[in-house]
């Protein structure tokens, strides 16, 4: 009896379906189906005489048609688990003719499971357990495309109970599981990236935190914001957007290593998750790389445009425990980067709270701030670098707050742009700079700050227009200054607005040049008269090592070729001044010249003569040292003695408050939030000391200073308490007690009374 007719005979009892019942052995569920729908026929049927049984011949036809119908197949296999049958569909899918198959084991007809699937559920599992299995699913080996199977079996035994083997049937779900699989992906990842989307980061920040917590392990977030893609979207459309946004994917997956690690928000915000990740050197590393490599240009249909990035980043425990304290303060940290100028990264810190507050203040203070008389300009020499002598001047606005003193116009700006004050604004400071310099002697230029807020509103034109005809300014004395961000739009009004302009007769000095998007290529077509180099940019060319200097050079002979001026700006000392008069640069504006100074200066030396100002300042930049004055505590043996650090740099600090420390002493120095930084005394006089640290403090993106690593707040509360409350004299127990440490080797300041 062949395989077939020894399956047809034993197995169909359509007939009586009482006696199929009784089979224990029903091979799956093909047989249970046409069974159960013979059952089914059969009820409907009621009056309908009983079906003749079927004989051999029929229930062999009935299954070679459903065999060739590709619906499903049959197998069967011995005692040991090798094939004694195989529908010959799947043979010829497996590239096999039946001879080859036969006496193989089954388990040669599938791909070993993965190993994250259930491993209960493995063929070779169920198989020694000698029991029925249904639907298992089963990747076939097959040369071709991926098709999955699900097989099901049953085990068979003679008539002494003995197991002699199984038999069973098989249906392709090739086209379920895909679909599942894309439900699932659906449910997992951001459809247009193909990123993780937000649902699974959040799940994902959820587990690693829950988990991580229990094993004092840290985790890193970073918040993306991308700047300008809201125009990118609105001038060249949403399939350009999109197109902008798969890029962007693209780029945060070479830098970040592991698309598995980065989620789409939605719309142009993104976020990454970095496990083990407690490093601020690293973690603002990684943050400058995505910034850097987001504002490179991007070709969409032909078309160049140019975004960039702002990036928040928080880290657990420090920085909140759980997924929504830790991205609400990644979300502080995002805005206080954005607020800072954007392209720019910024860690979490407790005052930016405090400062999201400030900013909310002072934004309610601007509205009023020029009505009340707090705002007005001062101006700045621009000095033509052969002869040290003035030849104009760009006027900077000043808020004097009432209660707050000066505020930086880097700080109020943004707040104006982001809130529409800037047109205002800006248009007083065009009058007012107008009616200034009117008065002025002739040969002086005023060049004003125009934003792209301003730039883009199709009025400035007519703003600019009333400003010279109120104060009968000559045009060609009035310089517009306009950042490089103006070209990221890249519309028809760019150069639309720039065409208005000229025709009015003004100059245009193409502003803050090397920061970010500076792109030589702008020059050509722009209208120019002059290129202003960013202080950033001269501070950098002194720096061993630095390529600025050559690029300066490029630029100034591409001005020199175009017919346009150029101007270094930020100059603070005597050998960057020497290297930009080396490198032909036209203009000098900095400090090492003067800082900007009131209309009444200007006019008291220039009414009547031409203003020379000879340059000075210090011969060199030093180390950048921060002053301030920020009160931490430096922790001795038992003992923590609060101090004042008067500088910091990376390396080392100015400290005062203890007296007499011999040079080599080693402290521990507490900058609060688990900053601990060793650092030993290498200078020493009274109260001050010049430290320096064993691990160099790192950027904090704010231009400020962090340690690199923090101390876990478990530690902390390991300690109960944190070390800056420890009072003076006193030592923390491993109880948590506090305990009288003796004499405390030093005396601080507040002790010390002259004997
Ligand atoms: P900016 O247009 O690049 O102006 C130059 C800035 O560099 C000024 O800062 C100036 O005081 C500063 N500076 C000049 N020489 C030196 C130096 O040697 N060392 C250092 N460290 N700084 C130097 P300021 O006045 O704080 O203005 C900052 C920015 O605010 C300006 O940068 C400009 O972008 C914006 N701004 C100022 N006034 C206006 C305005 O009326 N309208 C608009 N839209 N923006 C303005
Ligand atoms: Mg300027
Ligand atoms: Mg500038």
């Not at 004092?216 to 979207?233: E, S």
């Not at 400071?429 to 807020?453: E, G």
């Not at 883009?456 to 300014?473: M, N, R, T, Y």
């Not at 506090?738 to 005396?747: I, K, N, R, V």
Request: charged share 20%; with cysteine.
């Amino acid at each position: 009896m062949t395989v077939w007719e020894k399956m047809a005979v034993t197995k169909f009892h359509w007939g009586d379906p009482d006696e199929a019942q009784k089979t224990a052995e029903d091979p799956g569920g093909f047989f249970t189906r046409l069974s159960a729908g013979s059952r089914a026929a059969g009820s409907k049927a009621a009056k309908r005489p009983p079906p003749a049984m079927l004989n051999t011949n029929d229930a062999l036809l009935l299954l070679q048609n459903f065999e060739e119908s590709k619906r499903g197949w049959f197998w069967s296999s011995d005692a040991q688990g090798n094939l004694t049958y195989l529908s010959e569909s799947v043979c010829r899918l497996l590239g096999k003719k039946i001879s080859e198959i036969i006496g193989l084991p089954i388990n040669d007809l599938f791909l070993p499971a993965p190993p994250y699937e259930d491993q209960q559920r493995t063929l070779s599992f169920v198989l020694t357990k000698q029991t029925k299995f249904d639907d298992l699913p089963l990747q076939a080996r097959t040369p071709q495309a991926e098709i999955w199977w699900a097989v099901s079996g049953r085990a068979y035994h003679d008539k002494n109970g003995d197991f002699v083997g199984y038999r069973g049937s098989g249906t392709d779900i090739t086209k379920q599981r895909q679909s599942a699989k894309d439900n699932s992906r659906l449910a997992t990842y951001d459809s247009l990236t193909g990123l993780l989307n937000r649902f699974r980061m959040s799940n994902l920040l959820d587990k690693t935190l829950a988990a991580f917590a229990a094993q004092n392990r840290a985790c890193g977030i970073m918040l993306i914001d991308l700047d300008r893609f809201k125009q990118v979207n609105d001038t060249l459309g949403h399939p350009a957007g999109d197109a902008l946004l798969k890029q962007v994917a693209e780029r945060l997956i070479k830098v970040v290593g592991d698309r598995d690690k980065i989620c789409r928000l939605g719309g142009d915000e993104f976020q990454i998750i970095l496990p083990d990740n407690d490093d601020r050197g690293a973690l603002g590393n990684m943050a400058g790389e995505i910034i850097h490599s987001l504002s490179q240009p991007y070709f969409i249909n032909d078309s160049r445009c140019i975004i960039g990035a702002s990036i928040g980043v928080a880290v657990s425990p420090f920085d909140g425990h759980t997924s929504e304290s830790l991205i609400r303060n990644a979300d502080l940290a995002l805005y206080a980067a954005k607020g800072s100028g954007r392209g720019r990264f910024r860690f979490y810190s407790h005052e930016l709270l405090q400062a999201a507050e400030d900013r909310r203040a002072l934004e309610d203070d601007l509205r009023d701030a020029l009505t009340k008389g707090e705002i007005h300009l001062a101006y700045q020499p621009v000095i033509n670098a052969a002869s040290n002598i003035v030849t104009g001047f760009e006027a900077l606005i000043r808020w004097n707050h009432p209660e707050r003193g000066p505020i930086p116009p880097s700080l109020f700006i943004p707040i104006a742009e982001d809130t529409e004050l800037i047109g205002s604004l800006g248009a007083w400071a065009l009058n007012q700079a107008c009616q200034d310099a009117a008065k002025w002697p002739s040969r002086l230029k005023v060049a004003v700050n125009v934003s792209t807020v301003q730039f883009a509103d199709h009025q400035l034109p007519k703003i600019v227009e009333k400003a010279l005809a109120d104060s009968g300014l000559a045009s060609d004395r009035l310089e517009l200054e306009i950042t490089e961000s103006v070209f990221l739009r890249e519309s028809p009004n760019t150069n639309a607005m720039f065409a208005a302009l000229k025709k009015i007769g003004v100059r245009l000095a193409l502003d803050d040049f090397g920061t970010g998007y500076s792109a030589l290529a702008y020059l050509k077509d722009a209208p120019f008269d002059k290129i202003k180099i960013d202080q950033s940019f001269i501070k950098g060319a002194t720096e061993p090592a630095s390529r600025n200097s050559a690029i300066i050079a490029a630029i100034v002979a591409l001005a020199e070729a175009l017919g346009m001026e150029t101007t270094a700006e930020g100059v603070e000392t005597l050998d960057q001044l020497a290297l930009i008069r080396k490198l032909n640069v036209s203009h000098i504006q900095g400090y090492v010249y003067s800082k900007p100074v009131s209309n009444t200066v200007l006019w008291e030396n220039c009414h009547d003569r031409d203003w020379q100002i000879e340059p000075s300042g210090p011969a060199k930049q030093r180390g950048n040292r921060l002053s301030m004055y920020r009160k931490v505590s430096a922790i001795h043996e038992n003992h923590s003695y609060p101090i004042v650090i008067r500088n910091l740099s990376v390396s080392g600090a100015l400290i005062e408050g203890i007296l007499n420390v011999p040079i080599g002493t080693r402290f521990v120095i507490d900058f609060g939030e688990g900053q601990l930084a060793l650092a030993s005394v290498c200078r020493s006089h009274e109260h001050r000391q010049g430290i320096q640290f064993e691990d160099p403090l790192v950027s904090d993106g704010n231009g400020g200073l962090c340690t690199s690593r923090r101390v876990s707040p478990y530690m902390l509360a390991a300690a109960h308490t944190p070390l800056q409350n420890v009072s003076p004299g006193y030592y923390v127990t491993a109880d948590g007690s506090l305990q009288p440490t003796g004499l405390p080797a030093f005396t601080t300041v507040n002790d010390w009374k002259p004997a």
